[in-house]
C-alpha cells in the first residue's frame, strides 16, 4: 500500500506500523510537502494530497502470518517463512526441546 501524509500527519502519526494498523503485508510511505491534511484537525491549509494507494505486494506469501514479502522462504532452515515468523519458529522450537531437556 502506498500511503500519502501532509508533513504534519506524518509527524504526528510517526510512531504508526501502518502495515499493522491497515493488515497489509507493506505501506511505502510519501510525504506531500505544502499539502493540506486529510486525517489531522487544523491543518487544512493547502492542496489535499491523494488517498491510500492498495496494490498487490510482491514475494511469496508467509505459511504461518500470511504477509506476502520478498523475504519468504529465503531463509533455508525455514521454508515457507518469512525471516520474522522463522525467528519465532526457531526460538519455540528451542524451548521445545529445552523443556524436554529439563525432564518437563
Ligand atoms: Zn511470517
Request: net charge negative; proline share 5%; hydrophobic share 40%.
Amino acid at each position: 500500500m502506498e500511503l500519502t501524509l501532509s508533513e504534519k500527519e506524518a509527524a504526528e502519526f510517526a510512531g504508526v506500523n501502518w502495515s499493522e494498523l491497515a493488515i497489509v503485508s507493506h505501506v511505502d510511505v510519501l510525504i506531500a510537502p505544502q499539502s493540506g491534511s486529510v486525517y489531522v484537525e487544523g491543518d487544512e491549509g493547502g492542496e489535499l494530497h491523494g488517498a491510500p494507494v492498495v496494490r498487490p505486494a510482491e514475494g511469496e506469501k508467509c505459511a504461518r502470518c500470511w504477509k506476502v514479502l520478498p523475504e519468504t522462504g529465503t531463509r533455508a532452515d525455514a521454508p515457507g517463512l518469512c525471516l520474522r515468523c522463522a525467528d519465532v519458529v526457531a526460538e519455540q522450537e528451542q524451548q521445545v526441546v529445552t523443556a524436554v531437556q529439563e525432564g518437563q
